[in-house]
């Protein structure tokens, strides 16, 4: 099995000849635990998985060791959408492939316990075809040991399935539809997103203090210019460090992508990395006698959210809707940009009718971050009135 891995990862580009995408990350989990299987390992640290995965594909996503330790364990927590249930943990530390027996957690009851033959490269189909049929086999004397009761019926997943797709649609409308004519305050990120996108062809550098004065009103409407804001203290001039790093051409390929229309866009998470880092930098001179000493998540993620539209507004409605569907957050990482991809390229063809017809009605491009920070503030601020007896909140994105 050794001498096939190297034969196969050198003949890596023949072998993916007429695909259109690179493989999927959990699909290359799933192999490369049947690899080290095959090669009599029992057990294997997550390490060691991460490690084969790169001798066998060349792949070091930052995506590898998320799938390992969370989106592929079948007694784990679903944390993500779709519910990959090809790994074990039956140690703290240690995994291998899933099999009949083994916990499930009732949060994963239905999801796939090996992965689509369509989705092996032919190089792998014997090797998969083994180890898929030991994923069926239940060891001699064992019990199913799934927690929380039986499967739920077909039509019972399916239902949930639909009413997934249900609230999507209803929370983005509602979030739209609630900017009520062309000067509501909603729409100041309209005319910041769209400022952006088409001064990067004529350059940010030569309208930097405009640039500026975009970004500030858009911010200002959006909540981050009250009285508790360092920036209430300083002119729109405290923007320019930002709209210089903006305007740099290292961030090229993250302006130009739609961040989650593509499953290989979890490479770009590190030069999402650079421009967060680049923008709490940007800010730390005026933000030293503030709390925190630094820019807020909140605000950083509003400055991107204007000007490149790559991630969604970090604030507490944001951040109630997304732990309200399961999701977990802490603060802004790698761990939540993984989660937000995860969750675009679960709900894809959703996002996409939405972004479809928010552009057919106003003539706006919303990239489908948008509309998943469209999406999970609607449900926030939907709970958040839900569970207030007086006068409804105020429907500030600054919180």
């Known amino acids: 099995m050794r001498a096939e891995s190297r034969l196969v990862r ?17 699909v290359e989990v799933w192999l490369a635990a049947a ?38 364990v079948a007694n784990a927590t679903l944390n ?11 140690h703290s ?15 994963r009851i239905g999801g796939r316990t090996h992965p689509h033959e369509v989705d092996i490269p032919p190089a792998y189909i014997s090797l998969y075809r083994k180890w898929a049929l030991e994923s069926t086999r239940r060891p001699s004397g064992s019990l199913p040991a799934l ?29 739209y539809d609630a900017a009520v004519g062309e000067h509501h305050r909603y729409r100041s990120w309209d005319h910041c997103y769209g400022y952006f996108r088409e001064a990067r062809r004529t350059g940010l550098a030569a309208s930097r203090d405009h640039a500026a004065l975009q970004l500030a009103f858009y911010l200002a409407s959006w909540g981050m210019y009250r009285g508790s804001s360092f920036l209430l203290q300083h002119a729109y001039t405290v923007h320019r460090s930002g709209i210089d790093l903006v305007a740099e051409t290292r961030f ?69 809707g997304f732990k309200g569907k399961g999701f977990s957050y802490s603060y802004l990482n790698n761990s939540f940009l993984e989660r937000v991809l995860g969750f675009c390229e679960e709900n894809m063809p959703e996002l996409l009718e ?28 939907e709970k958040a009135t839900k569970s207030t007896s007086g006068p409804l909140p105020i429907a500030v994105d600054g919180d």
């Open 252 to 320: 090229d390929e993250l302006r130009d992508t739609d961040l989650g229309a593509s499953e290989t866009d979890f490479r770009l998470i590190p030069q999402v990395d650079e421009l967060i880092a680049g923008i709490r930098q940007a800010y730390r001179p005026f933000a030293l006698d503030a709390a925190s000493g630094q820019a807020t998540d909140t605000l950083v993620t509003k400055v991107i959210l204007g000007t490149f539209g790559c991630l969604p507004a970090c604030d507490r409605y944001f951040v109630e």
């Open 93 to 107: 530390g240690t995994y291998r492939l899933w099999r009949p027996g083994d916990h499930l957690h009732p949060t």
């Open 80 to 90: 993500t959408g779709t519910a990959y249930n090809y790994l074990s943990r039956p």
């Open 35 to 72: 690899a080290l299987h095959e090669a009599g390992r029992p057990e294997f640290s997550g390490h060691a998985l991460a490690a084969e995965v790169e001798k066998l594909f060349g792949d070091t996503r930052p995506g590898i060791i998320t799938h390992i330790v969370a989106h592929c």
């Open 147 to 175: 927690e929380g009761g039986p499967p739920p019926p077909r039509a019972l997943r399916v239902q949930r399935r639909e009413a997934d797709t249900v609230s999507i649609h209803r929370a983005i409308r509602a979030y």
């Open 10 to 26: 050198r003949d890596l580009p023949q072998m993916l000849e007429g695909r259109s995408i690179p493989i999927k990350i959990s």
């Open 354 to 381: 939405e972004q479809a017809s928010i552009k057919e009605s106003s003539g706006v491009f919303y990239p489908l971050i948008k509309l998943v920070d469209m999406y999970f503030w609607q449900i926030g601020y």
